[in-house]
C-alpha cells in the first residue's frame, strides 16, 4: 500500500524524480511503521522506482536521457504488441465482454478530455486506459514486462512538456481504440507503435539539462 501511495505522489506532486525519501518522515507522514516504510522501499528498488546511494540513502530515480530512449525504443514494439494482442482477442474465440467492455468505457473516458486541458485525473484516465487495452491481451508476461519499464517515472518526468501534442496525443488514442474494437491486428499494431514513436520524437527534441547526467 505504501508503495502504491509513492507512485500516486508522483502523479499528485507530493514526490518527484530526484526527491530524497527520508524514513521518518515517510513514517510521519502516512502513519506506519519504519519496518513497513523499508519493504516499501526495498519493492519500489525492485521495480526502479526508487533508487540507493550509499551516502544519500534513497531518492526517487531519475532518468537519464539515455534511460528514456531505451524505455521508449521497448515500449514501441510491447505497445503495438499489446493493441495487436488486444485486436485479436476481441473477436476472438476467448474474447471476455467485460474486458472488452472496459477497454470501451475507458476509451470513451480519456477521449472525453480531448476538449480539457491536461490535469491529474487525466493522468490517471490514461493510464487506467492503457491498464484496459493490457488486460484485454491476458497475457500476463506482457503485463509484468511493462511494469517492470518505469513508465511512471518517464510520464512523470515528463509531464511539464507536451511530449504528445495535444491533438496528436488524442488521434492516436481514438486510432488505437478503433483498430482494437475493429479486430484489425495490423492496424492496430501500427497505431500503438505510432503514438510511442511520436512520443520519442518529441523527448529527443527535449534538453539534455533536463535529464540525469
Not at 524524480?17 to 527520508?22: D, H, I, M, T, Y
Not at 505497445?79 to 495487436?84: K, L, M, N, P
Not at 488486444?86 to 477497454?103: I, L
Request: hydrophobic share 40%; net charge positive; aromatic share 8%.
Amino acid at each position: 500500500a505504501l508503495a502504491r501511495a509513492v507512485i500516486t505522489g508522483l502523479y499528485d506532486g507530493r514526490f518527484s524524480p530526484g526527491q530524497r525519501l527520508v524514513e521518518l518522515d515517510l513514517v510521519s507522514a502516512f502513519h506506519v511503521s519504519r519496518s513497513t516504510v523499508r519493504e516499501a522501499l526495498a519493492q519500489l528498488a525492485q521495480q526502479g522506482i526508487v533508487q540507493n546511494s550509499p551516502f544519500k540513502g534513497a531518492s526517487i530515480h531519475r532518468l537519464s536521457h539515455k534511460e528514456a530512449g531505451e524505455i521508449l525504443a521497448m515500449l514501441e514494439l510491447l505497445y503495438g504488441f499489446a493493441c495487436s494482442l488486444a485486436a485479436g482477442a476481441v473477436h476472438g474465440p476467448d474474447s471476455d465482454p467485460d474486458r472488452v467492455a472496459n477497454f470501451k468505457n475507458y476509451l470513451a473516458k480519456v477521449l472525453s478530455h480531448e476538449s480539457r486541458g491536461d490535469s491529474l485525473e487525466f493522468q490517471k484516465t490514461r493510464n487506467l486506459f492503457f491498464r484496459a487495452l493490457v488486460d484485454l491481451t491476458d497475457n500476463g508476461k506482457l503485463r509484468d514486462t511493462l511494469r517492470g519499464l518505469n513508465i511512471h517515472l518517464l510520464r512523470v518526468q515528463m509531464r511539464h512538456f507536451d511530449i504528445e501534442g495535444h491533438r496528436e496525443r488524442f488521434e492516436d488514442y481514438r486510432r488505437m481504440g478503433e483498430c482494437v474494437l475493429a479486430g484489425d491486428k495490423a492496424a492496430a499494431e501500427e497505431a500503438g507503435r505510432r503514438y510511442i514513436i511520436r512520443v520519442g520524437e518529441a523527448v529527443r527534441r527535449i534538453p539534455d539539462r533536463m535529464f540525469a547526467q
